[in-house]
T-cell receptor, first 114, second 114 residues
Framework: AQSVTQLDSHVSVSEGTPVLLRCNYS??????LFWYVQHPNKGLQLLLK??????LVKGINGFEAEFKKSETSFHLTKPSAHMSDAAEYFC????????????FGSGTRLLVRP | EAQVTQNPRYLITVTGKKLTVTCSQN?????MSWYRQDPGLGLRQIYY???????DKGDVPEGYKVSRKEKRNFPLILESPSPNQTSLYFC?????????????FGPGTRLTVL
């Protein structure tokens, strides 16, 4: 069965420093991978997605992620954190062969210190 | 304004009392889906619908029913709610599937079953 593992439940950074949120996936085939963000008391918003095109994917608000098949990873990065980045982030996989199902990781809460 | 709406936003009920959470989208989307969010578990897919009269189970369908009689609406029905269905529920929609089209999420419904 396909799954994603988010390696950190909480990450704390200072404003202006880099952000790294880690995600590993398990899949027999090349999956489609996504990062979603959930701000407090809000619904989810798509940050970026990988669907077998370029391995470095750029998303909104300066975030990007790199698909590394050899490491089965899809880590989310941002060069410089902003206070408004404080939120919960979900790594998500769509199982191969399905255009309709999503499997979410357990989430990483990003705290940004002033 | 393009949006996904859910009603009610908050609901407290008792075990066994049937309830319906409504979801409506005004974007003429074919695909709609329900998720539940629990602490430490991320979001889990309950049911999804590819189009009118076409629905399928997600990962946690037990205790839930859905229907898709018209394109804009996708209600979630709990025929006999139990305390383990206390959760935060999200409805989402996209033009078609989850791979190539952005999913738009509703604001969430917080359900408490006593």
């Amino acid at each position: 069965a396909q799954s994603v593992t988010q390696l950190d439940s909480h990450v704390s950074v200072s404003e202006g420093t880099p952000v790294l949120l880690r995600c590993n996936y398990s899949s027999s085939y090349s999956p489609s991978l996504f990062w979603y963000v959930q701000h407090p008391n809000k619904g989810l918003q798509l940050l970026l997605k990988y669907t077998s095109a370029a391995t470095l994917v750029k998303g909104i608000n300066g975030f990007e992620a790199e698909f590394k098949k050899s490491e089965t990873s899809f880590h989310l990065t941002k060069p410089s954190a902003h206070m408004s980045d404080a939120a919960e982030y979900f790594c998500v996989v769509s199982p191969s062969g399905s255009s309709y199902k999503l499997i979410f990781g357990s989430g990483t809460r990003l705290l940004v210190r002033p | 304004e393009a949006q996904v709406t859910q009603n009610p936003r908050y609901l407290i009920t008792v075990t066994g009392k049937k309830l319906t959470v409504t979801c409506s989208q005004n974007m003429n989307h074919e695909y709609m889906s329900w998720y539940r969010q629990d602490p430490g578990l991320g979001l889990r897919q309950i049911y999804y619908s590819m189009n009118v009269e076409v629905t399928d189970k997600g990962d946690v369908p037990e205790g839930y029913k859905v229907s898709r009689k018209e394109k804009r609406n996708f209600p979630l029905i709990l025929e006999s709610p139990s305390p383990n269905q206390t959760s935060l529920y999200f409805c989402a929609s996209s033009l078609s599937g989850v791979l190539h089209y952005t999913q738009y999420f509703g604001p969430g419904t917080r359900l408490t079953v006593l």
